[in-house]
C-alpha cells in the first residue's frame, strides 16, 4: 500500500506563507501524478494543485494561480506546495494524492493536514 503523508499545516494569518510537503513511504513517484487538494467545513474537497513527477507538467486552481507553487524535490521523493499570500479561504484541510499518470482517478491519499489563515 502506497503511504503519502502530508506535513507544513498551522495556523497563519492573511498575507502569511506556508509550506507544505508531501512524502511517499516505500514508493517512487516517478511516472506519477502528484495533487493537492482541499475541504473546507461545509464544503466539497476540490482540486489545488497537480505535478507531473516525470513531465514536470504543473496545473493550477483558479483561486490560487500566482499564490501557490507545487514541486517535486527528487532527493526526498515529495511534492511540496509552498503557499504565499495566504487567504482566510484557504483554511481547509489539505490532502495530498496521487494516481499512476494517465489514470482516471486519485486512488491514494493522505491523511491532511490542517491551515487555517486568520483574518
Known amino acids: 500500500q502506497v503511504q503519502l503523508v502530508e506535513s507544513g499545516g498551522g495556523l497563519v494569518q492573511a498575507g502569511d506563507s506556508l509550506r507544505l510537503s508531501c512524502a511517499a513511504s516505500?514508493?517512487?513517484?516517478?511516472?506519477?501524478?502528484v495533487a493537492w487538494f482541499r475541504q473546507a467545513p461545509g464544503k466539497e474537497r476540490e482540486f489545488v494543485a497537480v505535478?507531473?513527477?516525470?513531465?514536470?507538467?504543473?496545473a493550477y486552481a483558479d483561486s490560487v494561480k500566482g499564490r501557490f507553487t507545487i514541486s517535486r524535490d527528487n532527493a526526498k521523493n515529495a511534492v511540496d506546495l509552498q503557499m504565499n499570500s495566504l487567504k482566510p479561504e484557504d483554511t481547509a484541510v489539505y490532502y495530498c494524492?496521487?494516481?499512476?499518470?494517465?489514470?482516471?482517478?486519485?486512488?491514494?491519499w493522505g491523511q491532511g493536514t490542517q491551515v487555517t489563515v486568520s483574518s
Open positions: 505535478i507531473g513527477w516525470t513531465s514536470g507538467y504543473t
Open positions: 494524492s496521487a494516481r499512476p499518470s494517465g489514470d482516471y482517478e486519485y486512488k491514494y
Open positions: 516505500g514508493h517512487t513517484f516517478r511516472g506519477w501524478d
